[in-house]
């Protein structure tokens, strides 16, 4: 596998399942990302984490539960959603801030 | 927070047509990506350029960022070339590791 790898590429969940996405980077960077993309609307950061430590939660509600466990590998927990937050998710990795966003290919998540 | 804007919001050309997209933003950046999505929703990368110019083929961007604004150009497109491009920056006083997208030019090539 090279780049950044995300799974389960589709998800439909109802709003009492638990569920988890997972991402997984091969580049050998040290910072990991989650963004959310709704229909009609730009790309949304939710979470940043440098060195496995979160460096920055954008408001997202608690429903949203990331885990960072190493620098490879980051985790968005799901629990009691909404039918609104059905969305595109995508995870992506850098060197470090400033440095170049890659991105994986998403999660499309259809929340019933 | 840092204003991203882009333009046009749409755009349908013939085949072999050449285009230039703008990304404008308010405020100093030290980091700017241009992204391709394609129709499964995968970003791929097409520039890193906080400043000055570079080229890949029939893609070329220039970023000018005393000015604030960045420009994509398409040349001889194809329908391959279709699906949404996104302006992304990261500004110097952000904090860090913070990419905001702009809206996102959709483009359409036609035979």
């Known amino acids: 596998e090279t780049g950044v790898t995300q799974t389960p590429r589709h998800l439909v969940m109802g709003m009492t399942n638990k569920k988890s996405l997972k991402c997984e980077q091969h580049?050998?960077?040290?910072?990991m990302y989650w963004y959310k993309q709704s229909a009609k609307k730009p790309l949304e950061l939710m979470f940043v984490?440098?060195?496995?430590?979160?460096?920055e939660n954008n408001s997202v509600p608690s429903r949203f539960s990331p885990e960072c466990p190493n620098s490879s590998h980051l985790f968005l927990h799901l629990h009691t959603l909404q039918p609104e937050d059905s969305a595109l998710y995508l995870c992506?990795?850098?060197?470090?801030?400033?440095?170049?966003?890659?991105f994986g290919p998403g999660t499309r998540l259809t929340v019933t | 927070g840092i204003q991203v804007e882009q333009s046009p919001p749409d755009l349908i050309l013939q085949e072999g047509a050449n285009s230039t997209l703008r990304c404008n933003f308010s405020?100093?950046?030290?980091?700017l990506q241009w992204f391709h999505q394609n129709p499964w929703g995968q970003l791929i990368n097409l520039f890193y350029?906080?400043?000055g110019t570079k080229q890949n083929g029939r893609l070329s961007a220039t970023t000018v960022a005393t000015e604030r604004y960045s420009l994509l150009y398409i040349s001889s497109s194809q329908t391959t070339d279709s699906g949404v491009y996104f302006c992304?920056?990261?500004?110097?006083?952000?904090?860090?590791?913070?990419?905001?997208f702009g809206t996102g030019t959709q483009l359409k090539v036609e035979l």
């Open positions: 992506a990795s850098s060197q470090r801030e400033a440095y170049e966003q890659y």
């Open positions: 580049l050998g960077h040290n910072a």
């Open positions: 984490y440098n060195f496995k430590e979160q460096t």
């Open positions: 405020d100093s950046v030290n980091n």
């Open positions: 350029i906080p400043s």
């Open positions: 992304a920056v990261e500004a110097v006083t952000g904090g860090g590791n913070k990419l905001t």
